[in-house]
């Protein structure tokens, strides 16, 4: 028996926009609050619809300039993954294109068209997930036994994101965290120079751990390889100015 074939579904691009704040060392996720059906009030990811005249990638920083009016250099971005369970949204069948970007500057936010509300979002662990926090608003992240299979078949809890962008979410998290012994491009959220305890905070959170157990002496001797010396931070005091480092895939 023939089976339908789905010629035309919508083709979405949704980006994890990472940033990161210098004074409460938090590593951010931006969310937006969507004004329109099917997902009216729900808080997710930004997303846009990809346009028959351009690259998935071109899409990626569009949605960047068009949300935060934030020109990127295509290094600053990557792609995460495609999703295309059957029962990702209601209604029409869509695929998400999923890219991670990372902000190295926190612009000021205003809700654009079809958005209600927008808000950076504090990756916040917990023993066996990480959760977004922003003031009142919490949302519970999904748990690390929780396959992309179990996700779909789960009814969602009342507070829940838009669609499955939890899961994308999780999934974005997984792939910075498997990557910082080899290529930590998460870093680029520090902009283009950083030191050793910039980059050691950001490591704490993901490896979700306070940073006061990273030694500093150890992580240098174990990560120093994935950074080039590029000069002194500069310094207010009279100690010796810090050493600041790039990383050595970016740019």
Not at 104 to 115: N, R, T
Not at 122 to 132: I, N, W, Y
Request: charged residues 20%; proline residues 6%.
């Amino acid at each position: 028996m023939t089976q339908p074939v789905s010629n035309r579904p919508l083709i979405s691009i949704t980006n994890i926009i990472w940033s990161f704040d210098p004074v409460t060392k938090q590593l951010l996720i931006l969310l937006l609050q969507r004004n329109h059906a099917p997902f009216k009030e729900t808080w997710g990811l930004p997303t846009t619809y990809l346009r028959a005249d351009e690259s998935a990638d071109a899409a990626a920083l569009r949605l960047v300039r068009e949300k935060l009016g934030v020109q990127l250099a295509q290094f600053h971005t990557e792609q995460l993954g495609t999703f295309t369970a059957v029962a990702r949204v209601p209604d029409e069948r869509s695929l998400a294109l999923t890219y991670m970007v990372y902000l190295p500057v926190k612009p000021q936010l205003v809700p654009g068209y079809g958005a209600r509300d927008v808000r950076w979002f504090a990756v916040t662990p917990r023993q066996d997930r990480d959760d977004l926090v922003a003031g009142e608003l919490t949302f519970k992240g999904v748990a690390d036994a929780v396959s992309a299979a179990e996700f779909y078949q789960q009814t969602p809890p009342v507070q829940s994101l838009t669609a499955d962008h939890a899961l994308i979410i999780k999934t974005a998290l997984q792939r910075v965290r498997n990557r910082l012994d080899y290529a930590p491009t998460i870093l680029l959220v520090l902009g283009s120079h950083f030191t050793l305890k910039q980059a050691r905070e950001v490591y704490a959170i993901l490896w979700r751990r306070p940073v006061t157990t990273i030694d500093n002496s150890n992580f240098r001797k174990t990560h120093a390889h994935l950074f080039v010396e590029a000069g002194t931070a500069q310094s207010h005091s009279s100690g010796r100015p810090a050493k600041v480092y790039r990383l050595k895939s970016a740019g």
